[in-house]
């Protein structure tokens, strides 16, 4: 009798692998005096579904591959620059960020298909909806200096649906993660953006309680 590792382990293989793999359980069977017979039962196969979800695994490994790539180089640009995010392992995921200081106040950058971006995300943690929006507001008080000092608008989310806000930049200029020929001029962007957005926030965070 299979066990579920079993099952699981071949579900696996039709999910990975341009193969068809069966689990097979075979049984001797007999109808009164006749002869013992085989009797096969396909426990797991292959499937439209597997071979769906087989896809989109391997499209969501190639994306956590030029992600890491992407960050991994745009590290490397950040030599003689700045020290923000010099020092952080790249990452899988299409954000990448570090503590701007203030506990729950993080500094990301955000790498999409065709796009980019730049945020403070702000979460204090569980509970701390009220004290996210707080930040927000007090930062939110000093809008016109802060964009002005930045250069560019920028839009303040309260995002009423979860417990965190933000305050982001967002940009088509360069392209984004698909367009690796540009990737130098993009990355070369987002630093130049990010060093500024940290400076036209630095002081008012600091003021934070």
Known sequence: DPRPEHV???????????ASFYLVKLEGIRIGDSEPAPLFTMIVGPSEESRDVGTLKKEEAERHIKR?????????????KTRLHS??????????G?????PGLA???????????????IDRGKGSEQENLAILDGLQAHQSEIEA???EPLDWQRIESKR?????????TEGGLENESNWPVLQA?????????????????????
């Open 164 to 172: 965190a806000c933000r305050i982001r930049y967002y940009s088509e």
């Open 98 to 102: 570090q503590s701007s200081g203030k």
């Open 107 to 121: 500094l990301n950058y955000l790498i999409y298909k065709d796009s980019w971006a730049l945020e403070l995300y």
């Open 189 to 209: 962007s987002m630093i130049d953006h990010m060093i500024a957005f940290d400076a036209a926030l630095k002081p008012y965070i600091a003021k934070l309680s």
């Open 8 to 18: 699981n382990a071949i579900a696996w293989l039709n999910e990975s692998y341009a």
């Open 68 to 80: 890491r790539e992407f960050w991994a180089s745009l590290q490397k640009r950040l030599e003689g």
């Open 87 to 96: 020092n952080l392992t790249p990452s899988r995921e299409c954000w990448w």
């Open 149 to 151: 000092k930045f250069g």
